[in-house]
């Protein structure tokens, strides 16, 4: 059995195309700490459904990947 270290693992060669980072609710501004699910979409795109805990609302964002 071959067991290889995590940090020697090659990079996959996938970027994201948009910034990251954790949003504001568009609701009241706060900051959205943990998205509440993430789908791989075939389009080659990561969506994210976000609920805020201070006002309850819902809203989604999609980051773009691209191959390097």
Not at 3 to 30: F, I, M, W, Y
Request: aromatic share 6%.
């Amino acid at each position: 059995m071959l067991v290889q270290s995590a940090d020697r693992v090659p990079p996959t060669g996938v970027t994201a195309a948009e910034k990251l980072g954790r949003p504001e609710c568009p609701g009241c501004g706060c900051v959205v700490l943990i998205a509440a699910q993430s789908r791989f979409s075939a389009a080659g795109r990561i969506d994210h459904l976000w609920s805020c805990d201070e006002c309850g609302s819902e809203f989604m964002t999609s980051i773009g990947l691209w191959r390097r």
